[in-house]
């Protein structure tokens, strides 16, 4: 992953609040990913565990759906952060929750290959920005989502 | 749970082919959510383990998403067996994935208490089941869910 850049996991948030199961460095029964600026897309690459399975050589769409609402949350806290040109995780902390999640699942993805989510921020709306996200496998789209992240005080 | 039926889960698919990792009974590492029928409603409990956290004391969104789409694609199953006046789990397998879910958070899930799903059919047309359902913590409402199952051969 890019040497130059910390995880944005790894500054949103502090300990005591970053134990996100999917994304928290300080859980520890968590999938714990990482995500990073790839010029104004965020990219995240996971390797699935083998029981991360829906049927056989296939990838749970639940687990694709965590990724992707992770991911984009993730991106839409670091966008806050750029917009009041604050450096990430300084006080106040900017969190965001989902509000909505949409996912377009467009074929299977399977399970013997590592997935890359790619995000986008689409719109920022007062407390409400969109992200959209694309999750590939060997290059291939296999899932297309969108969630609505919403600003709350935690 | 009602001790007149078979957990859906638990009669839909052969042990070999039941690994999805939130409901599947040959899954160990997985939740197994079970499944039953509560009228024309579909419901199951579950009891969230301390790590599948957003915040403190907030459900991970990911998780419920999880929940509600293998609830619902269990339900289409049930319902396909159903349409077709046949025994749950009899060959050839009716076997359901997602094609699309979408899921609006209503307000945080708690982490100290059970939920409940309940989904019902919202229609059937042709390959494709549409599913509707609600995730309640305490008796209120938290997110709500919409999944359109697609009918394949595995």
Request: one cysteine or more; proline letters at 7%; hydrophobic letters at 35%.
């Amino acid at each position: 992953m890019p040497a130059d850049q910390p995880a944005f996991q790894d500054v949103l948030l502090p300990a005591e609040k970053s134990i996100c199961w999917i994304c928290g460095h300080s859980n520890p029964h968590g999938l714990q990913i990482k995500s990073y600026w790839d010029g104004e897309e965020a990219i995240c690459n996971w390797d699935p565990q083998p029981h991360f399975t829906a049927y056989p050589n296939v990838m749970n769409g639940g687990i694709i759906a965590s990724l992707i609402d992770c991911h984009c949350i993730n991106t839409a806290m670091m966008t806050g952060y750029q917009a009041e040109e604050r450096e990430p995780g300084s006080e106040p902390h900017i969190v965001y929750v989902t509000g909505e999640l949409k996912v377009r699942y467009l074929q299977a993805t399977p399970m013997d290959a590592p997935v890359t989510l790619r995000a986008r921020v689409t719109t920022v709306d007062g407390r409400k920005t969109s992200v959209g996200c694309s999750l590939y496998s060997q290059g291939e789209e296999c899932a297309r989502g969108d969630v609505l992240a919403v600003r709350v005080e935690l």
